[in-house]
């Protein structure tokens, strides 16, 4: 609703500070490309206007520096954990690269509950959001991707590992010492409270699922 405040009124919206907007486009009385025509995902001649996550046209990106923007996610934060959520799964969350951020988030989100789990997708080895101030673990892809490297079998469908980046860069043929290795040093890379809590898993909704990557193996 911000955004569609902006659509209508352009600078004169108290909306406008939320985004990162063409501010010259808007002042010359240009509208925005919220609705292009085309089918590209907005990356046509013309730009949108505005940044937008991925060049999509219907995520316009927030400006998390603005104090409102801040305020308004937070409350966000706060009125789930109130709900009843037990905790924020949080995606693409290294693209708010901002450590305050992260550390007000938490604070607020543990304010109301202690024990509400806090776990961002970061899909690599990371030391600076696992410090006890931000989150609390991430989704564990390193072991994961260490695991089916070991266990996908030789019905391994090669086609659907590389239909995915991560997972092709990752899962490969390993033996139990490579495996062994492996899994070492995913747990020698944190601290044992910290491994105690990642959200270890072997596929997800963005990754080829476990059984297609197996071939159809049970």
Known sequence: WPFNHVLECGLGSPYAGWFHLDR?????????????????????????GYAAWW?????????????????????????????????????????????????????????????????????????????????????????GFAAVSFAAGTHRDERVIAQQGETSRNVHRDDAPTFAGRLHHALTTYAPEINAVQLNLVDSHDTPRLRAICGGDD
């Open 24 to 48: 010259e486009r808007l002042a010359s009385g240009r509208p925005l490309r919220a609705y292009p025509d085309d089918r590209s995902h907005g990356h046509a001649d013309e730009p949108l």
């Open 55 to 143: 060049g999509m046209p219907a995520l316009p990106k927030l400006n998390t520096d603005n104090p409102h923007v801040r305020e308004f996610l937070f409350s966000v934060a706060e009125h789930w954990i109130r709900f009843g959520a037990d905790g924020w799964r949080l995606d693409v969350a290294a693209e708010i690269d901002d450590d305050e951020f992260w550390r007000e988030f938490r604070r607020r989100v543990k304010a109301i509950d202690p024990d509400a789990y806090i776990v961002a997708e970061v899909w690599h080895e990371e030391h600076r959001w696992l410090q006890g101030d931000q989150f609390d673990a991430y989704m564990n892809y390193p072991v």
